[in-house]
T-cell receptor, first 115, second 110 residues
Framework: DSGVTQTPKHLITATGQRVTLRCSPR?????VYWYQQSLDQGLQFLIQ???????AKGNILERFSAQQFPDLHSELNLSSLELGDSALYFC??????????????FGPGTRLTVL | DQQVKQNSPSLSVQEGRISILNCDYT??????FLWYKKYPAEGPTFLIS?????DKNEDGRFTVFLNKSAKHLSLHIVPSQPGDSAVYFC?????????FGTGTSLTVIP
């Protein structure tokens, strides 16, 4: 158990809809990262937050947005969903701002299926 | 553009032998490299890391080698055990961004 929790575990929705994925980092970790893993693909970095502020942005679509709240939990919002958005979405947390020196701890993921 | 590549999607090794997983990268700005292990239905778990100022890091049965001139990273597992069967991802970071490979599925045959 990494200490990172993600809800829901599974999500099935229709095209055009909007969903929210939730992540609670390990106790004491200030950084949260979001990743997308599509079929046969590696983990694609989406976005990082540190203590409530956006710190780094990767391949995140404009239809997607995220935020980190004062209690440090984070939400990833996916809107106008398309079939290609079906994927595993992972959240990870770390205790340092410097990506090079920190270790990320991953949650179990949310499997999103868009029909 | 895949900056971190794992060209072998799968690898099978006999129990007790050495497993060698390879990873190539293109960005010379990467300064930290990591290996993660992933079991089905779970998130990736950190395994071992190496800073770009080193060329080797060892942790028990796991050793990571870094060849900066070749932009190549490898993970050696000796001896391999059936419980090592999983998908292994290599990752590289520059600043606050992490880049992951597509993974290599390792099967250790008893």
């Amino acid at each position: 158990d990494s200490g990172v929790t993600q809800t829901p575990k599974h999500l099935i929705t229709a095209t055009g809809q909007r969903v929210t994925l939730r992540c609670s980092p390990r106790s004491g970790d200030l950084s949260v990262y979001w990743y997308q893993q599509s079929l046969d693909q590696g983990l694609q970095f989406l976005i990082q937050y540190y203590n409530g502020e956006e710190r780094a942005k990767g391949n995140i679509l404009e239809r997607f947005s995220a935020q980190q709240f004062p209690d440090l939990h984070s939400e990833l919002n996916l809107s106008s969903l398309e079939l290609g958005d079906s994927a595993l979405y992972f959240c990870a947390s770390s205790d340092l701002t410097s990506g090079g020196a920190s270790t990320q701890y991953f949650g179990p993921g949310t499997r999103l299926t868009v029909l | 553009d895949q900056q971190v590549k794992q060209n072998s999607p799968s690898l099978s090794v006999q129990e007790g032998r050495i497993s060698i997983l390879n990873c190539d990268y293109t960005n010379s700005m990467f300064d930290y490299f990591l290996w993660y292990k992933k079991y089905p239905a779970e998130g990736p778990t950190f395994l071992i890391s190496i800073s770009s100022i080193k060329d080797k890091n060892e942790d028990g049965r796991f050793t990571v080698f870094l060849n900066k001139s070749a932009k190549h990273l490898s993970l050696h597992i000796v001896p391999s055990q059936p419980g090592d069967s999983a998908v292994y991802f290599c990752a590289a970071s520059a600043g606050n961004q992490f880049y992951f490979g597509t993974g290599t599925s390792l099967t250790v045959i008893p």
